[in-house]
């Protein structure tokens, strides 16, 4: 899968030089030739940093398995939980992007000739990344490594921040929906909350789309502690997380049961 990732970026390099020259040999298309880039430039640009595809591609090159390792933070006393998010489901996205890109291309080669033929391909070229996106980007905001730590101040993942105190619940959440096993109806016809949640994308993709949430006391949101898990790294996480809190509550209580006691 790498190798064809750096071939087809090594196409796109070719045949952006090749565009390159022909903006440069074709006189008087100056003024066209800016307004072309900058459509194309909006149309790769606004996924990328608008919608947090940069997230995207970063963790491209992750397996397909989100994870996370425990370690004792000298610190803090606390613990800290390195956690790495799943990749998003490189199919059917892959493709469409690839044919979106050639299509961007083509259209400035056609472009500095054609208005009518740029505009053509540059309709078909949105929707094939448009539709690509519809797969890759939801839940792409929470698509990043991050380091949950744990101690006697509370729990901190980038900047979410909750006293340990304030710390009512921890969820495994799918696309806003809490996820239960469960079925919603009893009975052999009940469908799990998992499964509805995975039905408005691609399977492999609602698979890797999962989060670990946080809420304080007192607060009606929850705060994404990470996301972009796979169903059980996100399950063991949150047990894991409820257990390191519920450690440094008892040293906490211990501490302060010490400090009352006269000497």
Known sequence: MRILLWVGAAFLLVNAFGVALVFVSVPGQDAGMVVRLALVGAVVALPLWKWHGMNVLRTWGNPATASFT???????????????????????????????????LMALLVGARSTGAFIGLYIVATVCIGVGCSFVLPGA????????????????????????????????????????????MPGPGGVPIASIAGRHM??????????????????SQSSVLAGGLTEDCARALAADLGKAIESERAKRATAHATVGVPS
């Open 70 to 104: 425990r370690r004792d933070d000298p610190a803090t006393g606390g613990v800290v939980f390195d956690v790495r998010p799943a990749r998003a489901a490189r199919m059917p996205a892959l493709p469409l992007f690839a044919a979106g890109g050639f299509l961007l």
């Open 202 to 219: 691609g399977r492999r993709q609602a698979a890797r789309g999962y989060a670990v949430t946080i809420r304080a006391d007192g607060e």
């Open 141 to 184: 905001h929470d698509r990043k490594p991050v380091k949950v730590s744990v101690s006697g101040h509370g729990v901190q993942s980038g900047d979410t921040g909750v006293p340990l105190n304030s710390v009512t619940d921890l969820r495994v959440m799918h696309g806003g929906l809490v996820v239960d096993p469960d079925p919603l």
